[in-house]
């Protein structure tokens, strides 16, 4: 069973940052590339982020390119979601997934992805 835990979430001005954190149980971490996805009030979930199991590569919902990064630390277990210029329309739970399957191609769809953090709130005051 893998347990996914998110941390770093919170209350922040706009423009400013914000990062998050997501640390995942088990020893294949590294075999899974992993997403962050989030959930506005009144929405549905939608996809920000993912990740290689490696790091080499990474992709992003139109909505985040060029103000949030991912990155990955293998020997942490723990992917990270940095969060820049922020905008009160980022507000929302804030959640990590992997990926279902190893070494699996990079997904921005929820139903390739098997385990789930709980989230984090993220809220972007104008």
């Known amino acids: 069973q893998v347990q996914l835990v998110e941390s770093g979430g919170g209350l922040v001005q706009a423009g400013g940052s914000l990062g998050l954190s997501c640390a995942a149980s088990?020893?294949?971490?590294?075999?899974?590339?992993m997403g962050w996805f989030r959930q506005a009030p009144g929405k549905e979930r939608e996809f920000v982020a993912a990740?290689?199991?490696?790091?080499?590569?990474?992709m992003y919902a139109d909505a985040v390119k060029g103000r949030f990064t991912i990155s990955r630390d293998n020997a942490k277990n723990t992917v990270y979601l940095e969060m820049n210029s922020l905008k009160p329309e980022d507000t929302a739970v804030y959640y990590c997934?992997?990926?279902?399957?190893?070494?699996?191609?990079?997904?921005?769809?929820?139903?390739?992805?098997?385990?789930w953090g709980q989230g984090t709130q993220v809220t972007v005051s104008s």
């Open positions: 997934a992997r990926r279902r399957g190893m070494y699996t191609v990079l997904s921005r769809w929820q139903s390739d992805y098997d385990y």
């Open positions: 088990g020893r294949t971490f590294s075999s899974y590339p």
């Open positions: 990740i290689s199991g490696s790091g080499t590569n990474t």
